[in-house]
């Protein structure tokens, strides 16, 4: 956990606690704390510490976009925990810069009966394979793959400001996340491919 004041003057990390507060009303309920440097990986820890000292874990929960993450809002659905928990880029998403940026893919189409992604440009991307990574807690991310055929002759190369023709793959976390709770996934990101598989 990096604190804000660094006495040395060299950027070296100190010890620090991350603590976590569940209020009611503006009671504290439960506390907890964490060597964890993010409220998103304190989330679970502190959950369970507050199903501890109550038998039972909250019917509701609300928490700032900190605590946003796709194994969080995997963990609430799993509990029936109602939650109001925004995810990282809510507000970015909102603006014109990212509704107009193609490379994003909450820009593209997706078409469920074919399992297919369209680019702005027209181009469509089909599935090539599924892999899975494994985060430091254990949680599991199931990625699906997409490719183009070609980006050739793409009249948004220049404002995808590619250097070379090539293909396009997007990887996508397919659990249905975004569809259930209103939140895209974490994991799914577009990227270009320089070399062809």
Same mark, same amino acid.
């Given at each position: 956990?990096?604190?804000?004041?660094?006495?040395? !003057?060299?950027?070296?990390?100190?010890?620090?606690?991350?603590?976590?507060?569940?209020?009611?009303?503006?009671? /504290?309920?439960?506390?907890? =704390?964490?060597?964890?440097?993010?409220?998103?990986?304190?989330?679970?820890?502190?959950?369970?510490?507050?199903?501890?000292?109550?038998?039972?874990?909250?019917?509701?929960?609300?928490?700032?976009?900190?605590?946003?993450?796709?194994?969080?809002?995997?963990?609430?659905?799993?509990?029936?925990?109602?939650?109001?928990?925004?995810?990282?880029?809510?507000?970015?998403?909102?603006?014109?810069?990212?509704?107009?940026?193609?490379?994003? /893919?909450?820009?593209?189409?997706?078409?469920?009966?074919?399992?297919?992604?369209?680019?702005?440009?027209?181009?469509?991307?089909?599935?090539?394979?599924?892999?899975?990574? /494994?985060?430091?807690?254990?949680?599991?991310? @199931?990625?699906?793959?997409?490719?183009?055929?070609?980006?050739?002759?793409?009249?948004?190369?220049?404002? +995808? @400001?590619?250097?070379?023709?090539?293909?396009?793959?997007?990887?996508?976390?397919?659990?249905?996340? +975004?569809?259930? =709770?209103?939140?895209?996934?974490?994991? !799914?990101?577009?990227?270009?491919?320089?070399?062809?598989?």
């Amino acid at each position: 956990m990096r604190m804000k004041e660094d006495p040395m !003057r060299n950027g070296q990390l100190k010890p620090g606690y991350n603590v976590q507060i569940g209020t009611e009303n503006q009671f /504290i309920l439960a506390y907890s =704390l964490h060597p964890r440097p993010t409220d998103t990986r304190g989330f679970q820890p502190h959950m369970e510490k507050a199903r501890q000292i109550f038998g039972r874990l909250p019917q509701t929960v609300i928490a700032d976009a900190g605590y946003g993450s796709e194994e969080n809002y995997a963990y609430l659905e799993k509990k029936k925990i109602q939650a109001v928990v925004k995810y990282g880029s809510y507000h970015k998403e909102k603006s014109k810069a990212w509704k107009e940026n193609i490379g994003k /893919i909450e820009n593209w189409t997706y078409t469920e009966m074919e399992d297919t992604w369209t680019c702005p440009a027209g181009q469509t991307l089909h599935f090539r394979k599924e892999s899975k990574e /494994i985060l430091e807690s254990g949680y599991e991310i @199931r990625k699906r793959h997409y490719r183009s055929h070609s980006c050739e002759g793409c009249p948004l190369k220049n404002v +995808r @400001r590619q250097q070379e023709i090539g293909k396009w793959w997007l990887v996508w976390n397919g659990c249905g996340t +975004r569809s259930k =709770l209103g939140k895209p996934c974490e994991a !799914r990101k577009a990227m270009r491919c320089p070399y062809a598989e």
